[in-house]
């Protein structure tokens, strides 16, 4: 824990973008870098409404409950950054970027290592 959880539609590369992310994220106060795990997931199907972007990335965050809105703001203001940045470069057409922050309650949140 934390999690960054990727989903978007199957047109892009998302190694590099995944790197950045975490790279960015190991840097925000309370961050714990051992703890970070990023993956993404294409979504094989993917409809936009009428006029909507033809293609979607969308970025989850979960975190422990207990940070400040502020720090939550940094963690979603930071990594859309990023996104903004990297994404920029590899869109051939419009495409929607978005971010959420989710906290995860920290009571009922287990972790553990199993060898």
Known sequence: ???LQIECCPKFNLGPLTD??????CKIETVEPASVKAYYRYSE???GGEGAPN???HLTICVLSGRSP??????????????IQHLAGQVLEP?????????????TYRKGVVS
């Not at 502020?70 to 996104?83: A, H, N, Q, T, W």
């Not at 929607?96 to 922050?101: A, F, K, L, M, R």
């Open 1 to 3: 824990m934390p999690h």
């Open 20 to 25: 950045a992310l975490v790279t960015e994220f």
């Open 45 to 47: 199907w993917f409809v």
């Open 55 to 57: 293609g979607f990335v």
């Open 70 to 83: 502020e720090i939550l703001k940094s963690m979603s203001d930071r990594l859309y950054e990023v996104g």
């Open 95 to 107: 495409i929607s970027w978005t971010v959420e922050v989710r906290e995860m309650d920290r009571d």
